[in-house]
Nanobody, 127 residues
Framework: QVQVVESGGGLVQAGGSLRLSCTVS????????LGWFRQAPGKEREGVAC???????KYAVSVTGRFAISRENAKNTSYLQMNSLKPEDTGMYFC?????????????????????WGQGTQVTVSS
C-alpha cells in the first residue's frame, strides 16, 4: 500500500522560510517522479514544483527563485524549501508521486498524471 505523508507546514511571517518534507512508502521511491502542489481556500489545486528521477526540476512561475525542490532517495523523501514567503503562498500543500520516467512540460498542470497523493500540510503566511 502506497503512503505519502507530508510534514513541516506551519505559520510564518512574510519573508520567512519553511521546509516541507514528503515521505513515500510502499513503492520503489527511486522509480518515481515527485511533485508539490498547493490549494488555497476557494481555489483550484495548482502545481508548485516537481522533480524527475534524476533530479531535473520544474517550477511554477510564481515560485521560481524562491522555492527549491529536492529528493533524497536513501530516505524516500522529497523536500520543498520555501524562502521569501508571501501571503499569497498560503494554502494546503500536497505531495504527489508518479511511477514514470517521463518528465514532460505539462506535469504541473496535469493532476491526473499523479496517482499517489498525501493528505497535505497547511502553510499560512501572515503579512
Amino acid at each position: 500500500q502506497v503512503q505519502v505523508v507530508e510534514s513541516g507546514g506551519g505559520l510564518v511571517q512574510a519573508g520567512g522560510s519553511l521546509r516541507l518534507s514528503c515521505t513515500v512508502s510502499g513503492v520503489r521511491f527511486a522509480d518515481h517522479i515527485l511533485g508539490w502542489f498547493r490549494q488555497a481556500p476557494g481555489k483550484e489545486r495548482e502545481g508548485v514544483a516537481c522533480i524527475s528521477r534524476s533530479s531535473f526540476t520544474k517550477y511554477a512561475v510564481s515560485v521560481t527563485g524562491r522555492f527549491a525542490i529536492s529528493r533524497e532517495n536513501a530516505k524516500n523523501t522529497s523536500y520543498l524549501q520555501m524562502n521569501s514567503l508571501k501571503p499569497e503562498d498560503t494554502g494546503m500543500y500536497f505531495c504527489a508521486a508518479a511511477p514514470t520516467r517521463l518528465f514532460t512540460s505539462d506535469l504541473l498542470t496535469r493532476l491526473e498524471a499523479w496517482p499517489h497523493w498525501g493528505q497535505g500540510t497547511q502553510v499560512t503566511v501572515s503579512s
